[in-house]
């Protein structure tokens, strides 16, 4: 573009309100003024509905098939509106057309290919996608996501041909992930004599798309492997890693001593030789108060989580004293500072929450649902136990609504809250009607307090059918009755 | 004994929040539930889907609760737990 050029595209740019600065560069060595202005001059771009259209990709497209796939009538049926993203303009008008009109959309488990993605594809190539017979077949419905449009069709048709899929072993490889691994990995990895000892069953999953298939062999030999002491350990996961990784970690003198051997899990395969290492040189584990805490969880934290919260300075007096379990490690340093400022630790009626489970849960989560009124309420207070953090306040208001509008509200015990608000209602329903009071010597009946499985053995209920027979009423829950809740 | 069936994985998915069943160590809990069946509690089922927050013990943690629960409920602790489930919370204080 000439610098004359140069100026007529600012005066465009000032006509149509559009910064000069966000013309790539690329856009004014290659086009003509003119035809930037024919792609800035279209009305529609600059509408609500169509304006997230314009991104940098917009500038390969031809002006006049821009106007015309906006005005597409298709972009008003719902199911084609995920395809009409930037990505449409690496399409042309006819093709756009041609895509859109293939009848196999009207079949439901075609619907979800209708991504952006499929603008990658060359039209005869996704005609003859959809064509395949093996999705007549239930078991290759997982392979129909998006990620089928990132590989030509000689690919597709390559890994569905394969003669495996005909034994259910492979089943479990039959999932979107096999779109990102060409044929001939495939190929080799399914081939290998090694995979076929029905030992190694449970190996076959999509992460051994992760391995070499040259390495697997090898891992499947490491004589460590064999050994009773690490029976745990063989899972998918195992194919994060290389061969070197794997000799590296198995090697640590750690595994000989007793203190260490329940550590050997499979989640192990989520670190390395050296932050192994790390963790297990801390000098904690030398004391008897910390050993409870070398789990297998602590695989889910790392080296400076791990330090951190040892050294906070809470956990040897009361509340916290009996919360340090290696369920904190499920959780982080900043989580764990958090939980413990909290100012309902304070409050003698909130202390017994504080068991190992709080490290399941966030600060949020908690405020939400210790700022609950219901907690000022004698009726309910029974019900402040460590389970409570697992639930949602939903949940907790459903049940409290359903107790209050069947009367039994003043009776409630935590394995009240371990029930749904349609098994409660179920089995308050059956009680009613053969005239059995719900409340017997200031207790709930029994229903309420054992399991689905005791129902069903003992009474002979079965709590599904119950929940059929007598189903809850759609707007029961929805009159709320307790204060603010 | 009872097996996990379409209804219960519903009732986990409804009942508690992602965050806790993203956290469900699938090895661990399947240690403890093996060890409920095994130690009588054929409703292992129930009590996965109403105490989750148990199934965050490590096994051999869990292992020493019950067996405290055990001894605190006393010679019919099985017929005690099997009419309340809610007693399994008690494992918390143990």
Known sequence: MTSNDIEIVKKICLKYNYKFEDIPKWVLNHFSPKRIEDILSIEKLKTDRFKYLFTSNIWNANPSDIEQILDLDCWNNPKFLSLLTPNIWRAS???????????????SKFSSLLTPNIWRCEVSQVKQILKLEVWDNPKFKPLLTSNIWRNNLNNVVE?????????????????????????????????????????????????IWNADPSEIDKILNIKQLKDPKFKNILSPNIWLLKYNQIKQILELPYWTE????????????NKNAEEITN????????????????????????YQEIVNILTLDVWNKPPFKDTLTSSIWNSNYQNVIDIISLPYWQDEKFTSLLSPVIWNSNPQKIKEILSMDIWNDNRFISLLTPTILCKTKSQIESLIIIAEKLDIDKYLTTSYL?????????????????????VIDGK?????????????????????????????PENFESEKKYGNI | METFNNQDLENIINYFDLEVINKIDIDNTLLIYNYLLENGIYYANDILLGYIDLFFYHYQTFKKKFNKLVKYLGNNYLDKLENDIGLFELMHQF
Do not use: G, M
Not at chain 1, 444 to 463: E, G, P, Q
């Open chain 1, 444 to 472: 709930l009946h029994i229903f309420y307090n054992c399991s689905n499985a005791t129902l069903k053995n003992k009474y002979k209920i079965d709590i599904n059918n119950l929940i059929k027979l007598y189903p809850i």
């Open chain 1, 159 to 207: 890994i569905l041909e394969l003669p495996y899929w005909q034994d259910d072993v492979y089943d479990n490889l039959l999932k979107p992930s096999i779109w990102k691994v060409t044929p001939s990995k495939v190929k080799k990895i399914l081939a290998l004599e090694c995979l076929k000892d029905k030992k190694y069953k449970t190996l076959i999953t999509p992460s």
């Open chain 1, 258 to 269: 007793e203190k260490y051997k329940s550590l050997l899990t499979s989640n192990i395969w």
């Open chain 1, 279 to 302: 963790i297990l040189s801390l000098p904690y584990w030398k004391e008897d108060q910390y050993k409870t805490l070398l789990t297998p969880t602590i695989w889910s934290s790392n």
């Open chain 1, 93 to 107: 008008l006819q093709k756009v057309k041609e895509i859109i009109s293939l009848n196999d959309w009207n079949d």
């Open chain 1, 418 to 438: 371990a029930k749904t608000p349609s098994h409660i209602y179920a089995i308050n329903f059956f009680l009613n009607e053969r005239h059995i009071p719900s």
